[in-house]
């Protein structure tokens, strides 16, 4: 799993890691993402980072959170795009 490297890249324990790992794994399979869809598959594993830095320790919590986060940047993209001006 290539997102290994970026938990590796900050300071969590093994048993952290497997969490997150978990999580990632999770909302990548509920997204519909792969590991190429690279741009979208890191988003995940940034979220996942930012809230295990916030404390976030139970798998399913992060997995939540980083559903929800993920789904609520998703409308703000539908959103910002239904605002711009056609030419």
Known sequence: MAVYRLFRSEAFEPEAISIMSGAYAEVCRSLGLRESDDFQANA?????????????????????????AMEHARALERDQGKARPRR
């Not at 995940?44 to 929800?68: H, M, P, S, T, Y």
């Open 44 to 68: 995940v594993a940034r979220k996942v980072i930012e809230f295990a830095q916030r404390g976030v320790r139970n798998r399913i919590d992060l997995r939540d959170r980083v559903l929800q």
